[in-house]
């Protein structure tokens, strides 16, 4: 009788463990047991599956199968990229270039980032500009927003970091009833974030060609990526209010009245577990349900997954899921042809190398491929357009703004091999 309880107990602990450290499908129609669902299974750790790896932890990262790809370089304020008539005196000892966002307007890319002195969000850091015509070969940088009022570079505040000084933080475009806005969030630059927290938005007027102010989207809120249409004809996007480390993480629901008509909705149980971070969320196929995703900031190499059913008015609590994380920003969508494509930092010990996953459903991705790396790269944003993902992120420690571009079809060719460290 021993024996047999014995053998139970790991029979049991053996199930248990399969979905959370890789078990594979034994076919297209074999789901495990704890295969995630937004209504029965939200609780469900499964977001990697697959018999290429024994433990998330312990993929091989730096010899995943590689993607094909193109590359851009767009902004360079390294020390030795510093030559351009566009980026401040300030900044020729290397000033930084981060949070990227893409997208495609009136037949032609365009790409927005945070440009500051010294380390990231620091007084005086603006938002700056590009465009393409293929994605590939970029005008040169231009301003977005000026500089903040009392803090630019002739300000002995600029390049500090002080609640007395203020800063841009680039959020992302937002096409919208034929207009392209551009969004952008302004605060204090002491920490993260500051007690006058606003998120607003500029509109791109082609006839005199220049951005002009448009207002403030939502007082007191940071948006992760810019706003994504729900089902329901709603626009939906994240918000971080300036205590979110108390309150946690809601969602902002809305944008149908008005640009600035918003209902904010909280995320439950969102700061128990982990430190919730930038937040990214998508559709399902079953054209209804959301998953959303988050970065956790206690250092559980880990991402969290939380479910909404309902428009994104109430979430389940997030789960830590077995997709691993270096606590980075992460971005992705679903392509044209039905499938989902994650890009990340997947490797739990450093921001290198940049990946790209790949799920059939959105919730259990079953490969994962190589973009580039050997370096500290980190943030991307990925667009599709004509038949390719456009992937914009930070390299060189968040000083310079680069482009991948990657053909779709050759996703079609990625197989996997073991990949056991």
């Not at 704890?34 to 750790?45: H, I």
């Not at 300036?242 to 809305?254: N, Q, R």
């Not at 990340?344 to 990946?355: K, W």
Request: proline share 7%; net charge negative; charged share 25%.
């Amino acid at each position: 009788m021993k024996i047999i309880q014995k053998q139970y107990f790991i029979i049991s602990i053996t199930i248990f463990l399969l979905p959370i450290f890789g078990c594979s499908q034994k076919g297209e129609d074999t789901k495990p047991e704890d295969y995630p669902d937004p209504a029965t299974n939200p609780k469900s750790p499964l977001m990697l599956s697959g018999d290429w790896f024994d433990h998330p932890h312990q993929i091989d990262f730096d010899n995943l199968p590689r993607i094909p790809l193109e590359h851009a370089l767009v902004s360079d304020v390294t020390a030795e990229g510093v030559n351009h008539a566009s980026f401040s005196e300030a900044q020729a000892s290397g000033g930084v270039n981060q949070h990227s966002y893409l997208t495609f307007f009136e037949g032609k890319y365009w790409l927005m980032w945070s440009d500051g002195p010294g380390v990231e969000d620091r007084v005086g850091q603006i938002v700056k500009y590009a465009t393409s015509p293929d994605g590939l070969q970029w005008s040169d940088p231009d301003f977005l927003t000026s500089y903040p009022e009392g803090s630019g570079p002739e300000s002995e505040l600029y390049n500090t970091r002080t609640d007395k000084g203020m800063r841009w933080i680039s959020r992302g475009f937002w096409q919208r009833d034929g207009e392209l806005l551009a969004l952008a969030s302004l605060d204090e630059a002491a920490g993260f974030f500051g007690p006058s927290l606003e998120l607003l938005a500029y509109k791109w007027n082609g006839e005199s060609n220049s951005w002009e102010e448009k207002g403030v989207v939502y007082k007191n809120a940071i948006n992760n990526f810019p706003p994504k249409l729900l089902p329901s004809g709603e626009w939906l996007m994240s918000r971080r209010a300036y205590d979110y480390k108390e309150s946690g993480i809601e969602f902002l629901v809305g944008g149908i009245k008005g640009f600035d008509q918003w209902e904010s909705y909280p995320v439950t149980g969102s700061t128990e577990e982990m430190d919730p971070e930038e937040p990214y969320w998508w559709v399902l196929p079953d054209g209804k349900s959301l998953m959303a995703l988050f970065r956790d900031n206690r250092r559980s190499g880990y991402l969290y997954r939380s479910f909404s059913t309902d428009n994104g008015r109430t979430w389940s609590n997030p789960v830590r899921t077995n997709f691993p994380d270096a606590r980075s920003k992460f971005n992705g969508l679903r392509m044209s042809d039905g499938r989902y494509v994650l890009v990340s930092n997947p490797n739990p010990e450093r921001r290198d190398p940049l990946a790209l996953a790949i799920s059939e459903d959105g919730m259990v991705f079953t490969k994962m491929g190589y973009l580039t790396g050997g370096r500290h790269i980190d943030y991307p944003h990925v667009i599709e357009q004509d038949g390719y993902l456009l992937i914009a992120f930070a390299g060189s420690v968040k000083q310079k703004i680069e482009v991948l571009k990657v053909k779709i079809s050759d996703l079609d060719n990625l197989e996997m091999a073991p990949l056991k460290r």
